[in-house]
T-cell receptor, first 116, second 113 residues
Framework: AQKVTQAQTEISVVEKEDVTLDCVYE???????LFWYKQPPSGELVFLIR??????QNEISGRYSWNFQKSTSSFNFTITASQVVDSAVYFC?????????????FGKGTTLSVSS | DAGVTQSPTHLIKTRGQQVTLRCSPK?????VSWYQQALGQGPQFIFQ???????QRGNFPDRFSGHQFPNYSSELNVNALLLGDSALYLC????????????FGSGTRLTVV
C-alpha cells in the first residue's frame, strides 16, 4: 500500500539555522514520483519539487536541497539558513505512475516555525 | 496569469444540507482534482476530472460528486453533510495528465454545524 510518513509534526528553529524535514514513503511500484509542497497560512499548496524514482540525483535550488535515497525510501528536504518567511506547513507526497496524473498521497505534514 | 480560483472562500452549512464548491483551473490547464484537508492532516484525494469525466476516485462516499464543464471549470457537490465533512477543500489543476506539479487553489473552508 502507498504511504507517506512525516514523523516530525512540528519543528522550531531560529533564523539562519539549517533544518531538515524528513519524509519516508512506501510503495510497491518501481515507477513513482515524489513531491514536496509548502502550505503557508493562506492555504494554497505551493509546488516545490518533483522527483521520479529513476532519478536519485540530489537537487539544490537556492537555499533548498533535496536528498532522495531509494535504499531507505526517503526523500528529505533541507532548508539552509532558514528565514522567517519559510514558516509554513510542508508536505511530502507520492504519486504512483501507472498512468499520468494519478492521485497524490500526502503525508500529515511538518509545521516549521522560524523565529527571528 | 490567474492561478486556480476557488469559490466561496468560506462557508458554513448545517448537518444534512447540500453544498456546491466551485473551481476555475489555471489558464491552459484541462485537468481538475479535488482534495479534502481536515485540520492538522494532509490533503486526501477525492476525485479527478478530465475531458468532463471522472477519471479517478479516492475513498470517498457517493455523497461526494462532481462535474467538469466544457471550459474545464469544475464543481464539487456534497450531499447530506456530516460534521466530519468540515475541512478545507482544495482544487488542483494541471495541463493534461502530467506529473509536473499540480497548481493548487487556496481552498474553500467548509464548516458544518
Amino acid at each position: 500500500a502507498q504511504k507517506v510518513t512525516q514523523a516530525q509534526t512540528e519543528i522550531s528553529v531560529v533564523e539562519k539555522e539549517d533544518v531538515t524535514l524528513d519524509c519516508v514513503y512506501e510503495t510497491r511500484d518501481t515507477t513513482y514520483y515524489l513531491f514536496w509542497y509548502k502550505q503557508p497560512p493562506s492555504g494554497e499548496l505551493v509546488f516545490l519539487i518533483r522527483r521520479n524514482s529513476f532519478d536519485e540525483q540530489n537537487e539544490i535550488s537556492g537555499r533548498y536541497s533535496w536528498n532522495f535515497q531509494k535504499s531507505t525510501s526517503s526523500f528529505n528536504f533541507t532548508i539552509t539558513a532558514s528565514q522567517v518567511v519559510d514558516s509554513a506547513v510542508y508536505f511530502c507526497a507520492l504519486s504512483e505512475a501507472e498512468q499520468a496524473g494519478t492521485a497524490l498521497i500526502f503525508g500529515k505534514g511538518t509545521t516549521l516555525s522560524v523565529s527571528s | 496569469d490567474a492561478g486556480v480560483t476557488q469559490s466561496p472562500t468560506h462557508l458554513i452549512k448545517t448537518r444534512g444540507q447540500q453544498v456546491t464548491l466551485r473551481c476555475s483551473p489555471k489558464s491552459g490547464h484541462d485537468t481538475v482534482s479535488w482534495y479534502q484537508q481536515a485540520l492538522g492532516q494532509g490533503p486526501q484525494f477525492i476525485f479527478q476530472y478530465y475531458e468532463e469525466e471522472e477519471r479517478q476516485r479516492g475513498n470517498f462516499p457517493d455523497r461526494f460528486s462532481g462535474h467538469q464543464f466544457p471550459n474545464y471549470s469544475s464543481e464539487l457537490n456534497v450531499n447530506a453533510l456530516l460534521l466530519g465533512d468540515s475541512a478545507l477543500y482544495l482544487c488542483a489543476s494541471s495541463p493534461g495528465r502530467t506529473y509536473y506539479g499540480y497548481t493548487f487553489g487556496s481552498g474553500t473552508r467548509l464548516t458544518v454545524v
